[in-house]
């Protein structure tokens, strides 16, 4: 059957995975995964049209987000599950081709009649779902950069939904872009294409920055513990803070601390989540060392999203799936039904029989620094600029990894000069947010906004500087860009930042595997991305604006 991934930054040899994943993955999980994008590209063809007519398109809206949130990296490693969601989307394009079938013309990719027939083995298709399908490398590059653009969007699509956000536009834009990766574009029109997934990816983080702060308020600078106390103890990972909420209710006045971790830790910043005694710090980092804080922390975790690890013996009776989430063995826990809540009743028990977690640091970790804060903040801001306080900030935001060149990202934030701010999002945090870096008149050195999905709140904070120091060009602001990518979600962050107006954009530990060397040059010559390199000469670089 064979496999070929390239979706992540720690791809094999940084060309492609082809026996099994670094991440943990089986050729078979990668291949039905391949099998449920090619499901969402045929079911792509139909909801166009049934769009078009002014039908009702918000089922496959939905269906389609969370379809395409599955595939994401380190989200579901689980077999059935992902066949599952396989055969619902059958099911559901089947109905739209009994309605809509006679009113497709022209040559398409033919994921828009494959209808399996009842017990046939759907990875018989494997080979028509790789993405070695398409043989040229530049359309194959330029299909692949939409679709991963379009995951992390359909990811943070999903997070609005569950909070009662949502736009059809949205759906229809995920519609017309995978519809497109099965026909015969020109090159021109592919860039095109890419270029909207960036503009898309903005309007959808928008979206789930006004659900977030609808639901828990604005974030307000927020000192967390790292420590641990005497009570047992629940640990929840991943983004998802609609789960977070409901297991905070269900678990008030039982004698159960809750702790955040990974992606989780900016839930702490939320002031709704403020009113929850039992919500009493962070435990470890970053989600690639889940197998060692896993296993000392002694109570039940909680998997609300993407970040899961191949999981060991040690704990594998004490972590729980929930959502998109999925491992072989593990119990997942289902979805709400309509106006309910998840029960979280079997990690509440586990809790009660559980030991205290094991500490493994001490000390204290500050954020909350989204765009409403840190605009709370700006006269001070400015006038740090303007007084020459602060010479430059550096956006040093994305995702964390186990690749040991990324200690690159705890270097530059231990070398950059101390009239430097960094500003932060998403887990590649965890290289220097304890680091004891100090402030700028009050003003701390590193600015944490949030998950990957506040990096819409680093976007905003420069928009709003631009109009405050009168620049006609965003890029004439004193602000660099040294980014961490890992997998999907990053892409359409830097996609949003492209579409925006960014340029210089420093992007590693590696570039792209799925960057033919033709796109490598057009986002140079276009956007002026470029590789990290070394630290002392990307600083130097960076502070001289280059």
Request: glycine share 10%; aromatic share 8%.
């Given at each position: 059957?064979?496999?070929?991934?390239?979706?992540?930054?720690?791809t094999?040899?940084?060309?492609?995975?082809?026996?099994?994943?670094?991440?943990?993955?089986?050729?078979?999980?990668?291949?039905?995964?391949?099998?449920?994008?090619?499901?969402t590209?045929?079911?792509?063809?139909?909801?166009?049209?049934?769009?078009?007519?002014?039908?009702?398109?918000?089922?496959?809206?939905?269906?389609?987000?969370?379809?395409?949130f599955?595939?994401?990296?380190?989200?579901?490693?689980d077999?059935?599950?992902?066949?599952?969601?396989?055969?619902?989307?059958?099911?559901?394009?089947?109905?739209?081709?009994?309605?809509?079938?006679?009113?497709?013309?022209?040559?398409?990719?033919?994921?828009?009649?494959?209808?399996?027939?009842?017990?046939?083995?759907?990875?018989?298709?494997?080979?028509?779902?790789?993405?070695?399908?398409?043989?040229?490398?530049?359309?194959?590059?330029?299909?692949?950069?939409?679709?991963?653009?379009?995951?992390?969007?359909?990811?943070?699509s999903?997070?609005?939904?569950?909070?009662?956000?949502?736009?059809?536009?949205?759906?229809?834009?995920?519609?017309?872009?995978?519809?497109?990766?099965?026909?015969?574009l020109?090159?021109?029109?592919?860039?095109?294409m890419?270029?909207?997934?960036?503009?898309?990816?903005v309007?959808?983080?928008?979206?789930?920055?006004?659900?977030?702060?609808?639901?828990?308020?604005?974030?307000?600078?927020?000192?967390?513990?790292?420590?641990?106390?005497?009570?047992?103890?629940?640990?929840?990972?991943?983004?998802?803070?609609?789960?977070?909420?409901?297991?905070?209710?269900?678990?008030?006045?039982?004698?159960?601390?809750?702790?955040?971790?990974?992606?989780?830790?900016?839930?702490?910043?939320?002031?709704?989540?403020?009113?929850?005694?039992?919500?009493?710090?962070?435990?470890?980092?970053?989600?690639?060392?889940?197998?060692?804080?896993?296993?000392?922390?002694?109570?039940?975790?909680?998997?609300?999203t993407?970040?899961?690890?191949?999981?060991?013996?040690?704990?594998?009776?004490?972590?729980?799936?929930?959502?998109a989430?999925?491992?072989p063995?593990?119990?997942?826990?289902?979805?709400?039904?309509?106006?309910?809540?998840?029960?979280?009743?079997?990690?509440?028990?586990?809790?009660?029989?559980?030991?205290?977690?094991?500490?493994?640091e001490?000390?204290?970790?500050?954020?909350?620094?989204?765009?409403?804060?840190?605009?709370?903040?700006?006269?001070?801001?400015?006038?740090?600029?303007?007084?020459?306080?602060?010479?430059?900030?550096?956006?040093?935001?994305?995702?964390?990894?186990?690749?040991?060149?990324?200690?690159?990202?705890?270097?530059?934030?231990?070398?950059?000069?101390?009239?430097?701010?960094?500003?932060?999002?998403?887990?590649?945090?965890?290289?220097?947010n304890?680091?004891e870096?100090?402030?700028?008149?009050?003003?701390?050195?590193?600015?944490?906004?949030?998950?990957?999905?506040?990096?819409?709140?680093?976007?905003?904070?420069?928009?709003?500087?631009?109009?405050?120091?009168?620049?006609?060009?965003?890029?004439?602001?004193?602000?660099?860009?040294?980014?961490?990518?890992?997998?999907?979600?990053?892409?359409?962050?830097?996609?949003?930042?492209?579409?925006?107006?960014?340029k210089?954009?420093?992007?590693?530990?590696?570039?792209?595997?799925?960057?033919?060397?033709?796109?490598v040059?057009?986002?140079?010559?276009?956007?002026?991305?470029?590789?990290?390199?070394?630290?002392?000469?990307d600083?130097?670089?960076?502070?001289?604006?280059?």
């Amino acid at each position: 059957m064979g496999m070929f991934c390239f979706q992540c930054q720690e791809t094999a040899k940084n060309e492609g995975c082809k026996v099994s994943g670094v991440c943990g993955k089986k050729e078979s999980t990668a291949n039905l995964q391949d099998l449920l994008i090619y499901t969402t590209k045929g079911l792509s063809i139909y909801a166009q049209i049934a769009a078009e007519k002014g039908d009702d398109i918000t089922d496959i809206g939905r269906y389609i987000a969370h379809a395409l949130f599955v595939t994401v990296t380190n989200t579901n490693f689980d077999d059935p599950a992902i066949e599952a969601v396989i055969r619902e989307g059958l099911e559901m394009k089947r109905g739209l081709a009994t309605k809509y079938g006679g009113e497709i013309t022209g040559t398409l990719h033919d994921s828009a009649t494959w209808d399996p027939a009842p017990g046939e083995d759907l990875l018989d298709r494997s080979k028509e779902a790789s993405v070695l399908a398409t043989e040229n490398e530049d359309a194959r590059s330029l299909r692949e950069l939409t679709i991963y653009g379009l995951k992390g969007l359909a990811a943070y699509s999903h997070h609005a939904l569950v909070l009662g956000h949502e736009n059809d536009e949205i759906y229809k834009f995920i519609f017309k872009a995978l519809a497109s990766t099965t026909k015969e574009l020109s090159l021109d029109e592919m860039v095109g294409m890419v270029m909207e997934t960036g503009k898309v990816a903005v309007d959808t983080m928008a979206l789930l920055d006004k659900a977030n702060t609808t639901a828990y308020g604005s974030p307000e600078i927020t000192k967390v513990d790292i420590g641990t106390g005497s009570k047992p103890g629940i640990l929840v990972s991943g983004h998802d803070l609609k789960d977070f909420e409901e297991l905070l209710r269900q678990t008030e006045g039982k004698g159960i601390d809750i702790y955040t971790h990974g992606e989780m830790l900016p839930a702490h910043y939320y002031p709704e989540f403020k009113k929850y005694d039992h919500l009493v710090g962070n435990y470890g980092g970053s989600w690639w060392k889940q197998a060692s804080e896993f296993e000392s922390f002694n109570g039940p975790i909680l998997m609300t999203t993407n970040c899961i690890i191949t999981v060991k013996d040690s704990y594998r009776d004490r972590i729980f799936t929930t959502g998109a989430a999925g491992y072989p063995g593990l119990t997942h826990i289902a979805d709400r039904a309509e106006g309910g809540e998840k029960d979280f009743s079997a990690l509440i028990e586990l809790a009660l029989k559980s030991e205290a977690p094991t500490e493994i640091e001490t000390g204290s970790i500050t954020g909350g620094f989204a765009h409403a804060q840190v605009m709370a903040l700006a006269d001070k801001v400015v006038d740090a600029v303007k007084s020459g306080a602060i010479k430059r900030f550096v956006v040093m935001a994305g995702c964390d990894g186990r690749q040991k060149g990324r200690s690159y990202f705890t270097d530059v934030a231990e070398t950059l000069p101390s009239d430097t701010i960094i500003l932060t999002a998403g887990c590649a945090k965890y290289r220097y947010n304890k680091l004891e870096l100090g402030d700028i008149g009050g003003i701390p050195r590193v600015l944490d906004a949030g998950q990957c999905n506040d990096s819409y709140s680093l976007a905003v904070i420069a928009l709003k500087l631009k109009e405050v120091f009168g620049f006609e060009d965003i890029n004439e602001l004193p602000i660099s860009f040294d980014i961490a990518w890992y997998e999907q979600k990053a892409v359409t962050v830097l996609l949003a930042l492209l579409y925006l107006g960014f340029k210089g954009i420093r992007l590693g530990p590696t570039l792209p595997a799925f960057l033919s060397p033709a796109v490598v040059k057009v986002l140079v010559e276009n956007f002026d991305i470029k590789p990290i390199g070394d630290v002392e000469g990307d600083i130097a670089a960076m502070m001289a604006g280059n």
